[in-house]
């Protein structure tokens, strides 16, 4: 007899990302990346670092469409973004979990409505607008919720919770969308210390256990350390930087940066 | 706060300072506007003519009529019953109808929930049209449409209640924060679905709000529309005013008094609970 495991068994292999020569020029004429070209392999945790407006953001954006490319080549998994009409568009989002720096919950339902929300590109109009998902679907958003330890919080409202527990749901509705490549815009900027790496170890873990390509933008040079192998720094759009984590030096985050490093550059505890 | 600190503190010479947009002219055109519709609505000519030695001229006309309305006329009350009963049920089903369609209008009108500006201007447009016509305007022409009954005031309420949901709520909307749906859209939902699921959670208070209000509108509305021929007391009011009879008249306002206090409390404790 084969026993059941409780977590949700990888089948999806993990994505990798291709970008060649990419540029974002937004409508104000604000050019956020310059000319990028970087490529990121399946199974890969990825941290991005650069100071604020250096382009972390529209770099993130980019690779699920959330943000258009002007100009370049850019390829995730089987999809080409810059060719993608808006169906493929959404395909391509349904594979790929997104984490926020500000939780993006619905605040007023409860956890579950919220994690179910990572199941929309799998679950047809008609069932969304009845609100009737499919009871497979609950059954994965029960054990997306188990898996970062808050499945008792399952009933509650989402603006009942602490901001950790908040991120934690948003990142339970990540693993719901079971992705091939998770993106985290500061996932840690809004919690304490001790939360901030609590929720850290909870994306080296979906990297880790369930093999999933994970890009993180972060801004603190301890925790791009600690948490993944490689580091991309970004300058004024441009990258500055791309090596494992062991080379990436004070001296060369002063370099990205483009000051001296300083205390307020680490997380500490 | 820039590392070099070559600014002087006091002067804006050093400072690479981007031109404001719009520039000052803007809120000075806006406080010039303001005066002349003043001066114009208070000018002898073009403005609004009111006395108030009417007021002065008439009093004891008035005060007798007020003394009527101080005794209401009681066994006046079971001829009252059906036509009260029928303005609760016109206002009720208006009520229903008018949010059940307000909801997706509104989801529609909101620039967060429906990104598509052509789409949104034409039903933008059609909301305006039908909320600068007044109710008592709708009813009327519905009377001559569909013939004198409740019908043509539940529409005409409809109408009304339409163009007050949908605004209050479409702008409840865009206060919204739109971090919800922007997790709906990385997660691959179509429109449809991100407003149902992430939207929708947010914006159902001020919805039910809206709903709860207009409620206590129609039961005042839907007592006017009468007087055209749409239904409810109205009509009774229009057959005791015509003969003069304001004691039957005050237990009416009294009647339609109870009702409104009666919904306040009602929905008072509905949005409690919503909270
Ligand atoms: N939607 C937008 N429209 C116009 N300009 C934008 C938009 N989003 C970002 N920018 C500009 O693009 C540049 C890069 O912004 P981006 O948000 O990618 O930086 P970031 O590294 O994420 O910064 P932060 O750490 O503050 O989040 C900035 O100059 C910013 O002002
Ligand atoms: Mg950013």
Redesign the pocket.
């Known amino acids: 007899m084969v026993v059941e495991h409780s977590f949700p068994t990888v089948t999806a292999s993990p994505w990798s990302v291709s970008m060649r020569d990419v540029t974002v020029r ?3 004429g ?1 050019v ?1 990346l310059k000319s990028v070209s970087l490529d990121i392999r399946p199974g890969e945790m990825v941290s991005v670092v ?10 993130i ?1 980019s690779i699920n469409g959330l ?1 258009p490319i002007t100009s370049g080549s850019l390829r995730v998994g089987g999809f080409q973004l810059e060719t993608a009409r808006a169906g493929e568009l959404r395909r391509l989002r349904g594979e790929i979990g997104m984490i926020f720096q500000g939780f993006n919950l619905a605040k007023r339902t409860s956890v579950l409505n919220n994690v179910l929300v990572g199941r929309l590109a799998h679950t047809t109009t008609l069932r969304t607008l009845l609100g009737a998902y499919r009871a497979s679907d609950r059954q994965i958003a029960f054990e997306a919720l188990d898996r970062v330890g808050i499945l008792s919080k399952v009933w509650d409202r989402a603006s009942s919770l602490s901001g950790g527990q908040q991120q934690r749901v948003a990142i339970a509705r990540a693993l719901c969308q079971e992705p091939r490549l998770v993106l985290a ?2 996932p840690v900027a809004s919690l304490d210390p001790p939360t901030a790496h609590e929720v850290m170890g909870d994306l080296r873990r979906i990297n880790q256990d369930l093999g999933i390509t994970v890009v993180t ?1 972060l ?1 603190l040079i301890d925790l791009a350390r600690s948490y993944g192998t490689r580091i991309i720094g ?1 300058r004024a ?1 441009e990258v500055v930087f791309d090596g494992p984590v062991d080379s990436a030096s004070d001296s060369v985050f002063s370099e990205i940066y483009g000051r001296s490093v300083e205390s307020a550059d680490v997380l500490g505890l | 706060m820039s590392a070099t600190g070559s600014s002087v503190a006091g002067t804006t010479a050093g400072l690479d300072l981007p031109t404001r947009p719009g520039g000052r002219w803007k809120s000075w055109c806006a406080v010039g506007v303001v005066v002349i519709i003043t001066a114009i609505t208070l000018s002898p000519q073009w403005g609004i003519a009111f006395s108030l030695d009417a007021i002065a001229r008439n009093w004891q006309n008035g005060a007798e009529k007020i003394l009527q309305l101080l005794v209401p006329d009681w066994s006046f009350f079971p001829r009252t019953v059906p036509a009260l009963v029928e303005t609760l049920q016109m206002a009720v089903i208006a009520t229903f109808v008018a949010a059940g369609v307000s909801l997706p209008l509104s989801l529609a009108t909101a620039r967060l929930t429906n990104p598509n500006g052509a789409s949104r201007s034409i039903v933008r447009a059609l909301l305006n049209v039908v909320r600068s016509i007044p109710d008592l305007l709708y009813a009327a022409i519905l009377v001559a449409m569909v013939g004198v009954g409740a019908l043509p005031g539940i529409i005409a309420l409809v109408l009304f209640n339409v163009g007050i949901i949908v605004k209050m709520v479409s702008e409840s909307i865009e206060a919204n924060d739109p971090g919800a749906l922007e997790a709906g859209r990385a997660a691959g939902g179509n429109q449809l679905q991100i407003n149902r699921a992430t939207a929708l959670p947010d914006i159902m208070p001020s919805f039910i709000n809206q709903t709860l209000y207009v409620l206590e509108l129609n039961v005042r509305a839907s007592s006017v529309l009468g007087l055209v021929g749409a239904g409810g007391l109205g009509l009774l009011i229009d057959a005791v005013r015509t003969f003069y009879r304001y004691d039957q008249l005050s237990l009416i306002i009294l009647e339609i008094l109870m009702v409104v206090m009666a919904l306040d409390v009602l929905s008072n404790a509905v949005r409690r609970r919503l909270v």
């Open positions: 937004y409508a104000n604000v956020a650069g100071l604020s407006g250096s382009g972390k953001s529209s770099l954006r943000v815009d500061e933008n801004h970004l759009g």
